[in-house]
C-alpha cells in the first residue's frame, strides 16, 4: 500500500472563550494518498472547517490552537513545522480553496 500523501492523526482543536476551552475537533483521524480525494462531510459546526484551517494552520489567532495530534504531509509534521517551512509549503503544495456557503453546490 503507497504511503499517505496526507495523513491526519489523533488531531484535537480547540478555541479559548469566555466560559473556557472549547473543544472543535475531538481525535479526527484519517489519511489520503497521492491521486486519491478526501471528501469530508458533515453537519453546519461539527468540525469540518475548523479540520481545514488546522492542516493549514490558520486557525484564528490568540484565541485557536491544535491541542494535540499530528499532521504529516509527505511525513513531515505540519503542526511542529516552523513557520517559514510552512509558509514554502501553503499555496505551492498545500492548499485550502474557501468556498462561499451558499453556492458552493450550485
Known amino acids: 500500500m ?3 500523501l496526507l495523513q491526519v492523526e489523533n488531531l484535537v482543536t480547540a478555541f479559548q472563550t ?3 476551552l472549547m473543544t472543535a475537533v475531538d ?3 484519517w489519511s489520503v494518498t497521492a491521486g486519491k480525494t478526501l471528501g469530508i462531510v458533515g453537519e453546519s ?3 469540518k472547517s475548523v479540520t ?3 492542516i493549514n494552520r490558520l486557525l484564528p489567532q490568540p484565541h485557536g490552537r491544535i491541542l494535540s495530534g499530528r499532521i504529516l504531509f509527505e511525513g513531515r509534521d505540519l503542526v511542529t513545522m516552523p513557520d517559514e517551512e510552512l509558509r514554502k509549503l501553503r499555496g505551492s503544495e498545500i492548499g ?3 468556498q462561499e456557503p451558499m453556492t458552493a453546490l450550485n
Open 18 to 20: 469566555d466560559s473556557g
Open 52 to 54: 481545514a484551517f488546522s
Open 27 to 29: 481525535g479526527v483521524s
Open 96 to 98: 485550502m480553496i474557501f
Open 45 to 47: 459546526g461539527c468540525g
Open 2 to 4: 503507497p504511503e499517505p
